[in-house]
């Protein structure tokens, strides 16, 4: 059975820091783009970032500068490293796998509709 868990959510301060892991199992991710997106209440769901097999990255603008995404092949595990937390970053975080990364005007990014394997998701609640 193939499974995508999160963990690292919680409560922090607003310019705070937080560490979420993506650990994969069932099968190897080593040859998937893996990628974060999150969900706020009433909102749609939002691509965060992304990293490639080969290590290549993107992220939205929301985030760019302040979130750092990698990943360990060797322990099928993802990382997105959070900092300078703010409020407007609540929201649920969801790992996810896809075959590809996809690029245009500029942007790397990970289709949702192209995402074979999903996380269950982990809450990140920023408080001001």
């Known amino acids: 059975q193939v499974q995508l868990v999160e963990s690292g959510g919680g409560l922090v301060q607003a310019g705070g820091s937080l560490r979420l892991s993506c650990a994969a199992s069932?099968?190897?991710?080593?040859?998937?783009?893996m990628g974060w997106f999150r969900q706020a209440p009433g909102k749609e769901r939002e691509f965060v970032a992304i990293?490639?097999?080969?290590?290549?990255?993107g992220y939205s603008d929301s985030v760019k500068g302040r979130f750092t995404i990698s990943r360990d092949n060797g322990k099928n595990v993802v990382y997105l490293q959070m900092n300078s937390l703010k409020p407007e970053d609540t929201a649920v975080y969801y790992c996810?796998?896809?075959?590809?990364?996809?690029?245009?005007?500029?942007?790397?990014?990970?289709?949702?509709?192209?995402?074979?394997?999903w996380g269950q998701g982990t809450q990140v609640t920023v408080s001001s």
């Open positions: 996810a796998a896809g075959p590809v990364g996809r690029a245009y005007g500029g942007y790397y990014y990970l289709d949702p509709a192209e995402c074979d394997y």
């Open positions: 990293i490639s097999w080969t290590g290549g990255t």
């Open positions: 069932g099968r190897t991710f080593s040859s998937y783009a």
